[in-house]
T-cell receptor, first 111, second 112 residues
């Protein structure tokens, strides 16, 4: 069936370093790829998304890249700060009702 | 603009009891969803709605029912709670299918 694999499950980086989280999807019809950040005890919040007609999108310190041929997309966070510590979820959808979520990456930024 | 509001925030039920979780959005979104979040399992779709008066099953619908009588409200019901339904429940809404979700603040449900 359709699935999204997310790696790594946990990631620790020093403050100021970069963090990269990768997701691989199985449904080649997927055309929308959002990323959500969930702080401890809070709701998931959309931080960036990308559509299949674009290869890269940036928003200040965060960026997402998409490789449709390889069916993977990645979240890049530069100059990490302690407030970036959270669980990050990727998702993919082909325009049906269903998002397929990854299982999440717990990012810890060490001061 | 409140976004997506869920009530209650916490609840403890005994096995076999019933309850309804309420979700309300003020963004005029057509699509609404109920997810459950369990440790290590990410977010799993329970039921969803593509508009007022419509509902459909997601990945894990057993033991739950939903209703969407008004566009702004999406209700999730547990008819006979089981310990396996202990989870955090999130409601979400979206403007369109291929669009970002706005999540509610969640309901932490414990069934003992």
């Amino acid at each position: 069936g359709e699935n999204v694999e997310q790696h790594p499950s946990t990631l620790s980086v020093q403050e100021g370093d970069s963090a990269v989280i990768k997701c691989t999807y199985s449904d080649s019809a997927s055309n929308y790829f959002p990323w959500y950040k969930q702080e401890l005890g809070k709701r998931p919040q959309l931080i960036i998304d990308i559509r299949s007609n674009v290869g890269e999108k940036k928003d200040q310190r965060i960026a997402v890249t998409l490789n449709k041929t390889a069916k993977h997309f990645s979240l890049h966070i530069t100059e990490t700060q302690p407030e970036d510590s959270a669980v990050y979820f990727c998702a993919a959808t082909s325009g049906t009702y269903k998002y397929i979520f990854g299982t999440g990456t717990r990012l810890k930024v060490l001061a | 603009n409140a976004g997506v509001t869920q009530t209650p925030k916490f609840r403890v039920l005994k096995t076999g009891q019933s309850m309804t979780l309420l979700c309300a959005q003020d963004m005029n979104h057509e699509y609404m969803y109920w997810y459950r979040q369990d440790p290590g399992m990410g977010l799993r779709l329970i039921h969803y709605s593509v508009g007022e008066g419509t509902t459909a099953k997601g990945e894990v619908p057993d033991g739950y029912n939903v209703s969407r009588l008004k566009k702004q409200n999406f209700l999730l019901g547990l008819e006979s709670a089981a310990p396996s339904q202990t989870s955090v429940y999130f409601c979400a809404s979206s403007k369109d299918r291929v669009y970002g979700y706005t999540f509610g603040s969640g309901t932490r449900l414990t069934v003992v």
